[in-house]
């Protein structure tokens, strides 16, 4: 059975060259007057300082083939579905945008063909463009080979994925069978962190601001109805749903007991949140504890989970470790969690996303 | 086996005066001139409307003892320990706020002795008054022989429960052994839930802006190191624990992988959020579904959750209902997620609060 990683990122030089040629988030800095710093990634504006600490360090990691090869290789992943990293092409200039994400896309699709049977991809949508434009990139990428669906933020075409301006982009990855690969970016306002929150690092915007986005999305595409009207529309959720495994019982419980939705007659007719968890969610499993993807099981089921790293990000902190703990976290996740079910395990290892994304086994 | 509601609200008289006394959240407004809107409680900025259905109907549920005892009968509870509900006394003005705290929980232990073995109570700390008159709240409650700890919200003196001015608070309460039952209320800035989110109700504040509020603070907690320095603090966490059952394999990963908090040695020597979740956390069985219940209790463990009911909030829409469905939802999902189990279940109902809240059994 292979193992298939679902949740990876890279930038191609084309999308390398965009963030090079910036500077305002998202942006790549170099330092020439100070080498030691390296080149800085910087894709969030809480970030943004005027440091040479500024961001994060950008290796080759993030946009060379072979540093995904290797990692793959010592951690024993058969086939990588890589996505670009947030923020995508969400901060395009409209006018260029769809023309961009062609090149990017392509790009891609050249990455993955040059390594045949290793790499698959999530296309990224010039959603800054008009609607048309988005659609036919859709339909554009389902002439790609490798291209396995598309990844998209929270944002939309600009304020959510309850927007009833993004139903034809639905219609279409509906029609088309392309999966969205739904992954935060935006966070919450720093102001929830209080005014302690630099005190602790990076944690509080990426352990809790990633999944508390993310749950908050998904949950506004259920309350506007998108499943019902798109009833064949599958999302695969990053970071095994944010959190919405845990919460669905207290969201239908709000939902029964909301005097405004029974007013409008939207309690009766209306899919529930553990329908929509089981028919068109898929989760990672990228969720570093048994304890959480034994939630995830339980509200979506073991065929609907597949395992992800997130390299290049949560690299190692001690320069010599080889293998990544961010990885191994996750891997033994998926034993500790289905027991001695190795089947299962399997499964969720690689051989639901076989099944899920057509990957030639 | 009792069962123990330990999440369930009352307001005393003493507290219904000062919030009909108000025109501003929180506040409970009556509408002569429109006898058919009832008393209305408002006691959200989000829900201060100018019209005569703001806020959330208030009727003797909110404050007659009776209509408590009827809904712990109807639904076979025989211990409450009961709590003010949100926003308590936190908008208290300064130089009132210790008086009013000691005529509210005075009021609130009067109630519990009129009902001896039925009603036990967590009291209301004057956060608003100095921290000296705090403490001295909090070791004036030792005496009220039905007091069982103390409710708070994640605001603190006004900055959060990272704030390092709360720690004569927390040393005395960890000396005194008073549990802090840890209740949201001021959830995420409207700006997370988007331009629609009146569609819904209310349901995205009350299904989600309250678990991450939750989350975000104990979170900060843990990161400001309070559980270092008050290694017995115990906190009951509402609403199973918001989503940090969930959450926690991400947060401890966040933390081990951070260069800043690595860089300032406190990765090494600190306790991990499982430790917490393990010896000083205490979850409510409040989250309406087994999935979320079996993450709960694999991260704190069994003989750490307690049922409750968060009566009055979430009643039923249909008149008629004489069982809520708010309360069987927990119930049930106590039932289902012990299996077969009696014991463990037993203990969730009642069992666990009856030992750890020592109430006589």
Redesign the interface.
């Known amino acids: 059975m292979p193992v298939v990683d679902v949740h990876t990122h890279m930038y191609p030089p084309a999308y390398m060259d965009l963030l090079r040629s910036r500077d305002t988030v998202p942006y790549v800095k170099s330092f020439p007057d100070h080498p030691s710093a390296g080149d800085r990634l910087i894709i969030l504006p809480a970030e943004d300082t005027a440091s040479t600490s500024r961001g994060r360090p950008i290796g080759k990691e993030y946009y060379d083939v072979k540093e995904k090869l290797a990692f793959m290789d010592t951690h024993d992943i058969d086939v990588s579905v890589i996505s670009l990293a947030n923020p995508w092409l969400d901060w395009l200039p409209p006018d260029s945008a769809a023309e961009t994400a062609r090149r990017v896309n392509d790009d891609v699709e050249r990455m993955c063909a040059e390594h045949e049977g290793r790499l698959y991809a999530f296309g990224t949508l010039p959603l800054s463009a008009s609607v048309e434009h988005v659609v036919e990139e859709i339909e554009r990428l389902t002439t790609l080979p490798h291209m396995r669906g598309i990844v998209m933020g929270t944002s939309g075409l600009g ?2 994925l ?2 009833p301006a993004l139903d034809p982009i639905y219609a279409a990855l509906e029609k088309e069978k392309q999966l969205i690969f739904l992954h935060p970016h935006y966070g ?2 720093n ?6 929150a630099s ?6 915007p ?3 601001g990633f ?3 993310t ?2 999305a998904v ?2 595409m259920l ?2 109805g998108v499943w019902d009207r798109f009833p064949e529309l599958n999302v695969l959720v990053a ?2 749903g944010g ?1 919405l ?18 007013k409008e007659g939207k ?1 009766t007719n209306r899919r529930s949140v553990w329908d929509i968890l089981r028919k068109n969610v898929y989760l990672d499993a990228v ?6 993807l ?2 995830a099981i ?2 979506s089921g073991a065929d609907r989970l597949m395992f992800g790293t997130d390299h290049p990000f ?4 001690d320069e010599n470790a080889v293998e990544w ?2 990885v191994t ?1 996750n891997s033994k ?1 998926v034993k500790s969690a289905l027991g001695g079910n190795k089947e299962a395990a399997d499964a969720i290892m690689g051989g639901n996303a076989a099944r899920i994304l057509r990957l030639p086994s």
């Open positions: 304020s959510g309850d927007d919450l306002p102001a929830v962190y209080g005014e302690r005190d602790y690092g990076h944690v509080l990426l352990a809790l999944p508390l986005e749950t908050i949950t506004r309350l506007s970071h095994s959190t495994p845990f919460l669905a019982g207290r969201i239908e419980s709000c939902i029964a007991h909301d005097a405004h939705l029974k309690i969720i570093y504890a048994d304890v959480g034994k939630a339980d509200a949560f690299p190692p902190l703990e961010s976290l996740a």
